[in-house]
């Protein structure tokens, strides 16, 4: 795979829970991860946001948005449809992440806390620019991306050994008229 500088790739941090306080490195593992995955995907110009919140908020969010009155770990929400996924400009769009729900995750399956965030940070950014596990042959093509870059981010497989596409569901709810967003995906 032909790789490329992803020089234009903006990447604006906001920090919306005093929980991501007390992880200072937050932000330079959510970038890093970033800047590597679009490096990896060879991708153009383009901006996204990345919201660090807690539970409460994503809850809110994963019920306004997906009709889940649950937190979960990452959402993403895609400003537009990005088809061709090499080809990207302006905002692409956010990415949502809920403090306690990745720091139990992380305990729970044993992972550092900055690798599996860094996992999430990307599982979410390659929902902005396309990618989906709705079916097995598109999680398949989706993990193969995230296993590369995490590989590149010298960061162990993410998934193990054990763990099954099937597992994988595509869970979108399209809501018009809500500001930028279109559709929110949960990884």
């Not at 992880?23 to 800047?35: F, T, Y």
């Not at 099954?164 to 979108?172: G, V």
């Amino acid at each position: 795979m032909k790789r490329t500088a992803a020089a234009g790739l903006t990447i604006d941090v906001l920090v919306d829970s005093e929980h991501w306080e007390h992880v200072s490195a937050a932000k330079a593992v959510v970038r890093r991860a970033l800047k590597v995955a679009a490096t990896s995907l060879s991708t153009k110009s383009a901006g996204l946001a990345i919201v660090l919140t807690d539970d409460a908020a994503m809850r809110r969010l994963n019920r306004n948005w997906r009709g889940i009155d649950a937190p979960t770990n990452v959402l993403s929400f895609a400003t537009k449809d990005t088809g061709d996924r090499h080809r990207l400009d302006n905002h692409l769009g956010d990415i949502v992440l809920a403090y306690e729900t990745v720091k139990r995750e992380a305990r729970r399956e044993g992972k550092p806390f900055d690798h599996h965030l860094a996992h999430l940070a990307v599982h979410g950014f390659l929902h902005l620019l396309g990618y989906d596990h709705g079916s097995a042959a598109q999680a398949r093509c989706m993990e193969a991306a995230e296993r590369e870059i995490m590989r590149d981010l010298a960061v162990p497989d993410p998934y193990g050994a054990t763990r099954s596409t099937a597992r994988h569901s595509r869970r979108t709810a399209k809501r018009p008229g809500r500001g930028r967003a279109r559709a929110a995906q949960n990884g």
